[in-house]
């Protein structure tokens, strides 16, 4: 038996592209192995959308060529977005790599393994003229803990933000039909799935492109409407330029949808925010997040800022830490600015020199860490639903979970004994002890499952 193991760098919206070619993988006759040595063909998805994650993509794949190099794998292959931005150039500077496939060809890419697997030698480049977006039809082998999937409802970004590389490696906004999402949602709920995150570049230009058009409140209200589907949805990156009030409203009114609401503000200066040629929520951004609060009551927040943009000065870095200090994010990530070749950023005047940006990210994260632990123990004696995972990657007593609050991958956990849940499932519980990003809790025993 063809025997792979795969590697998916980067974000949620390349994992649903990652579990398309497992399927077809595993459709195919292929097994998957945990340890790369173990395999026939490594398969790396990229991510390349800043230069850290170009290079983390392309020591991904140096290291499995060196496996190759030692006789124990045969094949390496690179997916998605490094060979897309970069083309048929990255194939004759890679030689180690056997098989590029540009993100634009996924669905191909299963197809194309195969052949390599058994005939050897196939032309190393495939791309696509048309745009692979995943459908409700398109089998896909979820690689996420039990109970709990990603669901990319567009593909691609109607947006250009003078930092960003996406639109040129993904292409325009390209939308799902409401009707082909409410149906995958009803078939991940009758496969066991109780909590789906919708994930996009932009989950508030939703529809805008489809004819007729529409929006995600409509897509909301449709999820609400359904007769089955998950308990828990949740919405991962609103353009905070685009958020309505119908949207809120939405929200606030379902018991499907979580209050959680992931808000990339990017900045607190609305100076800085139109140079990154975004919109600015309003003039005064923490009186805008207020009236968000007040329009869901009990709303999660969560943001992401970026510090060291061009022009930004010491006194607009410490205008977003008094902001951030006002408005106390339940999560927040952060990250330097990172200029990149072909964006409008990287000629900007006035750029800030990459230690100081270094700098004003520690201090940014040393504030919300001691802003994060009094949230946290301010949760301490609550009791709140949590999604059991598994076991705890460092203890067999112990299991990992997540509170509602807490999004996958991007925000803490919630630690339990080991015995008490049942991973896959929807549970009551007490919060404990609290950390900075973590929580422990113990479950309610005689509480009910979803």
């Not at 850290?52 to 794949?61: F, G, S």
């Not at 048929?88 to 590029?100: G, N, R």
């Not at 992401?304 to 930004?312: A, D, Q």
């Not at 520690?362 to 004696?381: F, H, M, P, T, Y």
Request: proline share 6%; aromatic share 6%; charged share 25%.
């Amino acid at each position: 038996m063809k025997t792979f193991h795969f590697i998916s760098l980067g974000c949620p919206k390349n994992r649903v592209d990652s579990e398309v070619v497992v399927a077809g993988l595993l459709a195919r006759g292929f097994k998957v192995v945990d340890e790369p040595g173990q395999a026939e063909v490594i398969i790396v998805n990229t991510c390349a959308f800043i230069r850290p994650a170009v290079d983390e993509a392309i020591d991904t794949l140096l290291a499995a060529a060196a496996l190759k190099a030692e006789g124990t794998v045969r094949y390496v292959v690179a997916l998605g977005c490094l060979p897309q931005r970069y083309g048929p150039p990255l194939v004759q500077e890679m030689e180690e790599i056997d098989l590029f496939v540009t993100a634009a060809a996924a669905d191909r890419a299963a197809e194309e393994i195969a052949s390599l697997a058994e005939q050897g030698n196939p032309d190393r480049f495939v791309q696509s003229e048309s745009r692979f977006l995943h459908c409700c039809g398109i089998e896909r082998a979820l690689t996420t803990p039990p109970g709990t999937a990603y669901l990319k409802i567009a593909e691609g970004c109607p947006n250009r933000c003078s930092y960003c590389t996406i639109p040129d490696i993904r292409g325009p906004q390209q939308s799902r039909s409401v009707e082909d999402i409410v149906a995958e949602l009803d078939l991940l709920a009758r496969e066991g799935v109780v909590e789906v995150n919708l994930v996009a570049q932009d989950l508030t230009a939703f529809g805008r492109d489809l004819n007729p058009r529409t929006d995600l409140a409509a897509l909301l209200r449709a999820v609400q409407a359904a007769k089955s589907g998950p308990e828990w949805v949740r919405l991962l990156y609103l353009n905070p330029g685009l958020m309505t009030d119908e949207l809120l409203e939405v929200v606030t009114g379902s018991s499907r949808i979580l209050p959680y609401l992931d808000i990339p503000l990017q900045h607190s200066e609305p100076r800085l925010i139109r140079a990154m040629n975004r919109r600015p929520p309003g003039e005064k951004t923490l009186a805008w997040l207020q009236e968000v609060r007040k329009k869901v009551p009990g709303a999660v927040l969560r943001t992401s800022l970026m510090v060291g943009f061009p022009g930004e000065t010491e006194a607009d870095f410490r205008a977003m830490l008094d902001f951030v200090a006002q408005a106390r994010f339940d999560h927040l990530g952060a990250f330097a600015f990172c200029p990149e070749e072909g964006t409008r950023a990287v000629d900007m005047e006035d750029q800030v020199p990459e230690e100081e940006a270094l700098v004003r990210l520690a201090r940014l994260l040393e504030l919300q860490q001691g802003i994060s632990l009094k949230a946290n123990r301010d949760r301490v004696g609550q009791e709140v639903e949590v999604l059991v995972e598994g076991l705890h990657p460092e203890s067999d007593l112990l299991l990992v979970s997540r509170a509602w609050f807490q999004a996958p991958e991007v925000d803490g956990i919630t630690i339990i004994r080991a015995g008490q849940g049942d991973p896959g499932k929807i549970q009551k519980a007490k919060i404990v002890e609290a950390e900075a990003y973590d929580l422990v809790a113990e479950l309610d025993e005689g509480g009910p499952e979803k």
